[in-house]
């Protein structure tokens, strides 16, 4: 993300958008802010066609893994990305 937004700095581009699933909206947002700022912006979509229970996601161990991931991963970046993937 960060060379994604480095790269439209370099050439004026104002904005990106970035089409994910569902459960990792926000999670994306919260990357992107992080790394890059508000400058660029990035416009988030998600996937319409891609089945997802927001009012219901616990009943499904996928979809409750899911979740829980994004849980940790928003945690992950509101600490400053102390867990980092190994190289």
């Known amino acids: 993300m960060a060379r994604i937004g480095r790269e439209l700095r370099q050439r004026g581009g104002a904005q990106v958008i970035l089409v994910t699933s569902r459960p990792h909206t926000r999670r994306l947002r919260s990357t992107w802010r992080a790394l890059v700022g508000d400058t660029p912006a990035a416009v988030v979509r998600f996937a319409t066609e891609e089945p997802y229970d927001a009012a219901g996601w616990w ?11 994004e849980v940790f991963g928003l945690l992950n970046v509101w600490a400053g990305f102390p867990v980092r993937d190994a190289p």
């Open 59 to 69: 009943r499904h161990p996928p979809e409750a893994l899911a979740v829980s991931r």
